[in-house]
């Protein structure tokens, strides 16, 4: 065993700390996040430690990092946490002093993770332990500190000492010594608690706003404050807890249960009450927080069944906020005591919003707006607000559900007056410029503010209202006809009062354009939304959130480009390119040598356009071509119908990859998906296409399948009024593919037919122009740019390593005219070699040409002059390169080749 010597004072800096950067995924999936909120954020109590070795700091509640790393870290060095968000993004946490550290014998490391809980795999280990005090807030900007140093990202592993001297830094113009930069970056000592700690009290929480939030609080504070986490499960019994989850299984807030039900639950109430006085007594101690309507004493309670529930596995339903409120009030009701038919807030009336309400817990919305203004809802599949309401816009959420009714918009409306026209569920926010209202076209308000409907529900009849006219464009008489159909199956507002008031204990919200649904205690009333989405549900009809005749206007951003390298100004060049494309109503067909970025450029304006227009995108679908591609799998064909009742062979028609981008296949609403087809050449094109040449030039095209008695159609949107029918297939005037092609294949470009062609804007990406020749100026230049594509990915390489790789893209590129790879690959090698002591460097560069080059040379003729150029090349072991060639592409490199 190795270790790191103790230093007396834990506030003092050592004169020269390595600090070692610990970028920690901010999902909270991710095994590691839950290790560190487990040991660094929550703690872990020492006796649970001090049976598997022994602990040499004096704290009860310690915090803990680990990590398999051979070489125990010092006494006095740092940790800087991070939450780490994608690639380039995130913040910096926490600052911590290793207080101890060791590395553990492999016995005592496997006991030390299961007892700490790092993994639930028997076999892993992490022997590397690092006792950490004290823990500071980290005050430290991410994009001042990568300017600083000179980074371009996060680096590979989450446990790397930060290169203060690195290339490109400017640090010691910035700082006087690390001891000065730690100084600054150190906010407020969270760790240890010294007040917590002689009182043996902790501060209250404020108000949690979820309750994984006051779970995990709750877990910290008992354990912080010496409290024995299983006192409650050694006074219940995990038999009676797993007999209330079980009790719990498909138990709606005030629904109706089984009379065994309901003897379970009055024995629930009953150990609340008998236990109330301690847990209010407990829950002051550490400072446990409300919830919502819960107090302290309650959310304890509640929390700490949670935490039994989990220690017992999956057995029955957990228990929550409104199980509990509903239990603990006894608003349920129990089988046998009423007779009847449902009522609107029973769960067997089934809607997609009341099962999205009930598995989600969301905000619920009464939006209110004229009846002009719901058409621009219907057209754009968006809510639009003012600056006037701008903070209850940004409180909105994906998920939120919102009612809609009908308001005027002046001080002088009567709530009584008000309809309620139907119901959706929130998408994204976003601001726009562009006017939608009637009264933005006529310039007398502004409504910028966002919010889309990724579903929506409507009582009128919808199909009566023509979205492919802008609203401003039809006649006072036509739009007021179709208010007319909006408005034709309305629920009153008295009717709205009473479903609420009978299931939630509230009246229906109507005093604002954006009220929430609230009960007296300040929660959420689900059920009152619940009980009036099933009062509606048997007359709702699904719209699509997708404006279908709206062509792509807009512009794309050149951070969707963020971190892809393009020398110059070439980046910008190719986004021109293809923003032209997509206004003037083009596919767009990506060329360039492999390792160009075609596809994740692709992908990314997809995904760009997907965020930036919700009310034309509903996302995008990327997929992969093959030389066994036709009409079955682009356009569809009939397949035996799984859901036949006799179980026979009947066939019905199944849609393909195309086509399942433009209809919903659990909901048949209309869609909008973007398209990628990666390595389009290697399809044959016309079998692969076949009816879409007419389509993909704008004209509808019948298709040779039957669907409920009609034929199947793809139509353009001139020749459909409405709704699409179920045989109907609508494209939207903004529907795109994006196709990529290797120009290595580049004699499959001249097997596509003209036709095909046309219907493509092609844009070029290029591989970089590399210097030629090895002059000293060359040289430097070939540097420089391996350097520039490894800092924007995130790579630290030295030059040795810079020019041997540099010097093979030259060799690959510049062998053969017209044959090329792009920096994708470079990334591959660097990321390889830099793996491997550099001592190595002409085996491991070797393996990675192999591993990532060879492939692309396949099928290519005159790879073996390629091959034998690579082979020149000093940093390359050209015996191994030689014998691999000849075993994967067949070729000799000494031998001659015709040219």
């Not at 793996?835 to 491991?844: I, M």
């Amino acid at each position: 065993m190795t270790s790191g010597e103790r230093e007396p004072s834990a506030d003092a800096i050592a004169p020269d700390p390595t600090i070692y950067q610990v970028p920690v995924k901010a999902s909270a999936d991710e095994p590691i996040r839950s290790n560190f909120e487990r040991t660094v954020i929550d703690g872990v109590r020492r006796d649970r430690l001090e049976e598997v070795c022994e602990v040499p700091v004096e704290h009860e509640t310690l915090r803990v990092w680990g990590n398999t790393e051979s070489e125990a870290a010092e006494t006095g060095e740092y940790l800087l946490f991070a939450d780490r968000d994608g690639r380039r993004g995130g913040d910096y946490t926490l600052l911590a002093r290793i207080a101890h550290a060791t590395v553990l014998d492999p016995e005592t490391a496997a006991a030390f993770t299961q007892t700490i809980g790092w993994s639930d795999d028997p076999d892993d280990a992490y022997p590397h332990v690092m006792f950490l005090d004290p823990i500071y807030e980290a005050r430290l900007d991410r994009e001042a500190f990568w300017d600083t140093l000179g980074f371009k990202g996060w680096p590979n592993d989450t446990f790397s000492a930060i290169n203060f001297d690195r290339r490109g830094s400017t640090f010691v113009t910035a700082y006087d010594s690390i001891p000065e930069f730690i100084e600054e970056i150190r906010g407020e000592k969270i760790y240890p608690n010294e007040s917590s700690e002689a009182d043996g009290r902790s501060e209250p929480a404020d108000d949690y706003q979820t309750l994984e939030a006051a779970i995990t609080d709750v877990r910290a504070r008992l354990a912080a404050a010496s409290r024995d986490p299983a006192w409650l499960e050694r006074r219940l019994g995990k038999v009676l807890v797993a007999e209330w989850s079980r009790a719990l299984e498909g138990f709606e807030p005030s629904g109706t249960v089984p009379a065994s039900t309901a003897a379970t639950f009055d024995q629930l109430r009953d150990v609340y009450e008998s236990l109330e006085p301690k847990l209010e007594e407990i829950a002051a101690e550490i400072g446990v927080g409300s919830h919502g309507s819960f107090s302290p004493t309650e959310v304890l309670f509640l929390c700490w069944v949670r935490l039994v529930q989990a220690e017992i596995g999956d057995v029955g339903a957990p228990l929550s906020q409104p199980r509990l409120n509903s239990i603990l009030r006894e608003t349920y009701s129990i089988e046998g005591e009423t007779d009847g038919d449902p009522s609107p807030h029973s769960p067997d009336v089934i809607h997609p919003v009341r099962s999205h309400i009930r598995e989600t817990d969301p905000t619920v919305y009464a939006f209110g707006a004229t009846p002009t203004d719901w058409l621009t809802t219907l057209e754009y599949g968006s809510v639009p607000f003012d600056e006037a309401h701008r903070d209850r816009w940004t409180a909105l959420e994906e998920g939120d559900v919102a009612v809609l009714h009908t308001r005027t918009n002046d001080e002088r409306h009567d709530p009584a007056s008000a309809d309620v026209l139907g119901v959706g569920v929130l998408g994204q926010t976003f601001e726009k410029d562009e006017p939608w209202r009637l009264d933005e076209h006529a310039g007398d308000a502004s409504y910028p503010l966002v919010a889309t409907l990724d579903r929506l529900f409507l009582l009128g009849s919808i199909d009566d209202v023509d979205t492919s006219q802008p609203l401003p464009e039809k006649t006072p008489a036509k739009y007021e006809a179709e208010i007319g159909a909006l408005t034709s199956d309305t629920l009153s507002v008295e009717d709205a009062n009473r479903i609420c008031a009978a299931a939630g204990e509230t009246a229906f919200p109507t005093e604002s354009v954006c009220a929430p649904f609230r009960s007296d205690d300040g929660s959420v009333d689900h059920d009152g939304a619940i009980a009036l989405v099933g009062a509606m549900a048997d007359s709702l009809t699904e719209a699509s959130t997708v404006n279908v005749h709206e062509s792509y206007q807009g512009s794309i951003p050149a951070a969707t480009l963020e971190g892809l390298y393009f020398p110059d100004d070439q980046g910008e060049r190719i986004l021109e390119q293809i923003e032209t494309a997509l206004r003037t109503g083009k596919h767009v067909l990506l060329t360039g040598p492999p390792g160009t970025g075609k596809t994740e450029i692709a992908r990314r304006i997809c995904e760009r356009l997907a965020a930036d227009y919700p009310y034309l995108y509903s996302g995008y679908e990327t997929t992969t071509a093959t030389a066994d591609w036709s009409t079955f799998d682009t356009v569809g064909g009939y397949m035996p119908n799984e859901s036949a009742e006799d179980g026979g062979d009947e066939l019905a028609f199944t849609p393909g990859i195309v086509l399942n981008r433009l209809k919903d296949s659990q909901t048949g609403t209309q869609s909008n998906e973007l398209l990628v087809i990666d390595e389009l050449n290697r399809a044959d094109i016309d079998k692969a296409f076949g009816q879409l040449f007419t389509l993909l030039s704008g004209q509808s095209v019948q298709l040779p399948y039957s669907k409920n008695g009609r034929e199947v159609e793809l139509a353009t949107t001139g020749d459909v009024t409405g709704r699409p029918a179920d045989h109907q297939y609508l494209v939207p005037d903004s529907w795109r593919i994006f196709a990529t092609m290797n120009t290595y294949d580049k004699t499959s470009l001249y097997e596509m037919s003209y036709a095909f062609m046309r219907r493509f804007a092609f844009v070029r990406v290029p591989a970089p122009e590399l210097p030629e020749g090895q002059t000293e100026d060359a040289e430097i230049r070939l540097e420089e740019l391996v350097h520039e594509y490894a800092d924007a990915w995130g790579l630290d390489i030295d030059r040795d390593v810079a020019m041997a790789v540099g010097r093979v893209w030259r060799k690959t590129n510049h062998a053969v005219d017209e044959r090329a790879i792009g920096p994708a690959i470079i990334e591959d090698l660097l990321r390889y070699v830099t793996h491997h002591p550099e001592s190595d460097l002409e085996y491991h560069l070797t393996q990675a040409v192999i591993s990532y080059v060879f492939p692309q040379l396949e099928g290519v003729p005159k790879r073996r002059t390629i091959v034998r150029e690579i082979a020149a090349v000093d940093a390359v072991d050209s015996t191994l390169l030689e014998r691999a060639a000849a075993e994967m592409l067949q070729v000799t490199p000494a031998e001659s080749e015709t040219v």
